[in-house]
């Protein structure tokens, strides 16, 4: 019976229902599956002489057997010693474990083995007897307790064996052309049966592009077929949104200029409108959102902010309101939030769906059940890393399709924007605005403790204020409120002519909101904080950063935490206390000191801790490439993204014949995939 691609593994000799399971749990469902299951590392199996080998390398030598195989037994372990004569040199060839190896070999035979070499006593720890005539590369598969490698390697081989030629190629010729890509079936013979290192790196170059290509081919079928989802344009007022930004009271940046304007563009299509904007902490996101806002107001439709907290739905509110009334225009903007009495929360329904409120804000209450707007043309979401298809599809059932535009502080490197958020057309605020000052990080030892105090008690002299903030440890909250107290008490006698404030995790909600208003108006000059201070709490008189044992805080945290300082005209400090043990804390600390772009140290974070472990994996949306890298590998991702936006752009690309095995592909697997977020 002829093997298909679509076939199940179970189609191939020697799979059971046993190691199907085991294979399923590797993602190996069909035998097109098995073959795009690549080898992660290859062994190299060309003979060597022990002269060209380093101690610890793991090596092939071939030679002559000089000395019997002895088998030594220790209980139920084993060794098998022999001699091999390799030119002139003798080394003692030893295995574990294998007796069976004396029976296979005698002297005067030629042989290879494999293992690993101690230049030092001229021995070789035997890991298999590999074929004389070899001189390829083996290939090592990602497996798991079920499955080993090897299992692996021959299911491949025996599957290649009856479909050898018959890959079809999901990568269009012209892209093939330009980047040297392989032909899909040598692609598949490289990567598997290289014979040298060469035709591995180039095998594993080819299926790294396809991968990356098929995503960003998903991810722009989505975007697309999102964009096409009954989107309005919306005819906005020009004339009274360049009223409103003539009134701010102070110039737009260039970066904000130009982000004001792709929204406004997107607003004004007839596609949906599905934006992240990326700007760094106090880069003026909230002015931009508020002027999409305005615009969509203008056209007759309403207008949705929603924040991860009711503080901040709070504070947005609040500033939104006086915004519009500095400028002369009267707008109604109103907070629904779970804290509003009953009779409130009921008018402000009414009032949504009649159509009586502009702009409302508030949390995800606003997309619950009763929820109802007379025509939601915009909505914003703050710090929000996913507002996904099912929060859209919320909104639709309410007879709404509004443009999204998602907004975050938190930088997102490259990498992320284009995997992560790959179907989200993405804006980015790269400037900070006039007037603003660098601020100053610096870091100090335990020992040098004191420095970092004089540089607080210098600043408070001023009139400045100052943070103080400690880990949380996790493991105790007892020992975490004990610690902060220590500093705190610790601070109130250093510091007698100012007021002290202590923030921790037990202090009831109320007491935290008194003592953070207190902080705002300057009745107390120091902060003293267990927890990472609210997102978007703005005191501009705010100067000095002191963070102690910095070294337990992640690199996006520490960036975040110094964004609470430098919102003023002061010169800002931030001080990391800090001895770090290991080199990726050094190498954290120190890339915070080095920069202060914050998209510049997401990326080193994510070059220091990988791709899975920054955001974990499943958690973030990041998704899982089995061969290409998208942090190393970034070049090539980006411009797989560029190729398969330009593909899907051309209005007939899914009739042109040299697309037509991609077309198949997609149209297989996109089911599975338009849910991911």
């Known amino acids: 019976m002829s093997l298909a691609l679509e076939d199940p593994v179970s189609a191939l000799s020697g799979v059971g229902e046993k190691r199907q399971a085991a294979l399923r749990d590797l993602g190996i469902f069909t035998i097109e599956d098995l073959l795009t299951y690549y080898p992660f590392r290859y062994e190299d199996l060309g003979a060597r002489r022990p002269s060209e080998t380093l101690d610890g390398e793991k090596v092939t030598f071939k030679g002559i057997v000089s000395t019997p195989a002895v088998v030594r037994r220790f209980g139920k372990r084993s060794q098998t010693v022999l001699g091999l004569l390799i030119d002139r040199e003798n080394i003692r060839v030893t295995f574990f474990n294998q007796p069976w190896v004396a029976k296979n070999i005698e002297v005067g035979q030629e042989v290879a083995v494999y293992g690993t070499y101690n230049a030092a006593k001229a021995a070789l720890s035997a890991i298999k007897l590999v074929p004389a005539t070899t001189d390829a590369l083996d290939p090592i598969y990602p497996a798991s307790k079920g499955v080993k490698a090897k299992t692996i390697a021959d299911l491949v081989e025996q599957a290649w064996g009856q479909l050898r030629g018959q890959m079809p190629n999901l990568v269009p010729q012209h892209l093939r052309d330009k980047y040297h890509l392989l032909d899909k079936?040598?692609?598949?013979?490289?990567?598997?049966?290289?014979?040298?290192?060469?035709?591995?790196?180039?095998?594993?170059?080819?299926?790294?592009?396809?991968?990356?290509?098929?995503?960003?081919?998903?991810?722009?079928?989505?975007?697309?077929?999102?964009?096409?989802?009954?989107?309005?344009?919306?005819?906005?007022?020009?004339?009274?949104?360049?009223?409103?930004?003539?009134?701010?009271?102070?110039?737009?940046?260039?970066?904000?200029?130009?982000?004001?304007?792709?929204?406004?563009?997107?607003?004004?299509?007839?596609?949906?409108?599905?934006?992240?904007?990326?700007?760094?902490?106090?880069?003026?996101?909230?002015?931009?959102?508020?002027?999409a806002m305005y615009a969509t107001v203008t056209a007759g439709c309403q207008a949705a902010l929603m924040a991860p907290t009711e503080i901040l739905a709070q504070q947005h509110a609040k500033s939104l309101a006086k915004l519009f009334d500095q400028a002369g225009i009267d707008?109604?903007?109103?907070?629904?939030?779970?804290?509003?009495?009953?009779?409130?929360?009921?008018?402000?329904?009414?009032d949504l769906t009649n159509g009586d409120i502009d702009i409302v804000v508030g949390t995800h209450a606003l997309v619950q059940d009763d929820v109802y707007f007379h025509h939601l043309g915009l909505a914003v979401i703050d710090e929000q890393h996913r507002f996904g298809v099912k929060q859209r599809s919320k909104l639709r059932e309410g007879g709404m399709n509004p443009d999204i535009l998602a907004m975050t502080a938190t930088p997102i490197p490259r990498t992320l924007s284009i995997t992560a958020y790959g179907e989200m057309e993405v804006s980015v605020i790269d400037e900070l605005p006039a007037g603003r000052k660098q601020i100053i990080t610096s870091q100090l030892s335990q020992r040098q403790f004191d420095q970092a105090l004089a540089l607080m008690k210098a600043e408070l002299a001023k009139g400045a204020q100052a943070y103080v903030v400690t880990p949380l440890i996790e493991e105790s909250e007892t020992l975490d409120v004990r610690n902060v107290t220590e500093v705190y008490q610790t601070l109130q006698a250093a510091l007698p002519d100012y007021t002290v404030g202590l923030l921790h995790g037990r202090l009831k909600k109320d007491d935290k909101d008194t003592l953070m208003q207190g902080f705002k108006d300057n009745q107390v000059q120091v902060l003293v904080a267990t927890t990472v201070v609210e997102v978007g709490v703005d005191v501009p008189n705010a100067s000095i950063m002191l963070i102690l044992d910095a070294d337990r805080f992640g690199l996006a945290q520490l960036h975040q935490l110094r964004g609470r300082v430098g919102r003023g005209d002061r010169q800002s400090y931030t001080v990391l206390v800090a001895d770090p043990k290991t080199d990726y804390g050094k190498e954290r600390l120190k890339a915070l000191v080095d920069t202060t772009d914050g998209f510049e140290l997401a990326q080193r974070d994510?070059?220091?801790?990988?791709?899975?472990?920054?955001?974990?994996?499943?958690?973030?949306?990041?998704?899982?490439?089995?061969?290409?890298?998208?942090?190393?590998?970034?070049?090539?991702?980006?411009?797989?993204?560029?190729?398969?936006?330009?593909?899907?752009?051309e209005s007939d690309w899914d009739n042109q014949v040299e697309n037509q095995p991609l077309v198949t592909y997609l149209s297989k697997t996109m089911a599975q995939f338009r849910h991911f977020d």
């Open 185 to 291: 079936n040598q692609q598949i013979e490289w990567a598997h049966f290289p014979k040298d290192s060469a035709e591995a790196k180039a095998g594993r170059r080819s299926a790294a592009f396809e991968e990356f290509f098929i995503f960003q081919m998903r991810l722009q079928l989505i975007k697309q077929a999102d964009q096409s989802f009954g989107g309005q344009p919306l005819n906005y007022d020009k004339k009274a949104v360049a009223t409103l930004i003539d009134r701010l009271p102070y110039d737009l940046t260039a970066a904000q200029k130009r982000v004001v304007g792709e929204i406004l563009a997107d607003q004004h299509d007839a596609r949906h409108m599905n934006r992240l904007l990326q700007g760094d902490v106090g880069s003026g996101k909230t002015v931009v959102a508020a002027i």
């Open 331 to 350: 707008l109604r903007v109103e907070l629904l939030t779970s804290g509003l009495k009953a009779a409130q929360r009921r008018q402000i329904l009414t």
């Open 606 to 649: 994510l070059e220091l801790r990988g791709a899975g472990d920054i955001l974990g994996t499943k958690q973030s949306g990041m998704p899982e490439f089995q061969v290409g890298d998208p942090v190393k590998d970034l070049t090539m991702l980006t411009i797989a993204q560029q190729e398969a936006l330009s593909l899907v752009r």
